[in-house]
């Protein structure tokens, strides 16, 4: 079996969870109780301590006690991304910021294959336009 590369954890009762949960690129969250969140190795037994591991239940209470928990085990890329409505901002951000630069990439790789130079400008215009969009995301973590 392949270690996930990371985990959505939605760390809500299963009742709570069992009323709809988050996912993470078409990966649905999967559900450990915080109070069970030490349980994490006997779950998934391939999950490295450097596993992207990201926490998140209603209002970001129990993600904090157990990304306390998983730091305390010596899981290093684990965060807390808060509550229900907060976590999906943030993944939703996420999954946009990263759609972005996957076309960014692909307008690159067009670009080194050699598009014509009208093509070219409407490229750099592009990637002006997606400069500004990713300042604009960042002012908004501010």
């Known amino acids: 079996m392949t270690p996930p590369k990371s985990l959505l954890i939605d760390v809500r009762s299963p009742a709570e969870f069992a ?5 993470l690129d078409l990966r649905p969250a999967i559900n450990i109780e915080y109070q069970l969140i030490d349980t994490l190795p006997a779950v998934y037994p391939d999950v490295s301590k450097d596993t992207s ?3 998140y239940c209603r209002s970001g209470r129990r993600s904090d006690i157990a990304l306390k928990t998983l730091k305390a085990l010596g899981y290093t890329n684990a ?3 808060g509550g229900l409505e907060d976590a999906r901002a943030v993944l939703d951000k996420e999954t946009v910021t990263r759609q972005l630069e996957e076309g960014m990439e692909q307008e690159s790789d067009e670009k080194e294959i050699g598009k014509t130079g009208k093509e070219n400008v409407k ?8 400069g500004k969009l990713m300042e604009g995301l960042r002012a908004l973590d501010d």
Do not use: P, Q
């Open 53 to 55: 591991i990201t926490l």
């Open 79 to 81: 965060r807390d991304i």
């Open 19 to 23: 009323t709809g949960s988050l996912s």
């Open 123 to 130: 490229s750099g215009e592009r990637v002006e336009a997606f």
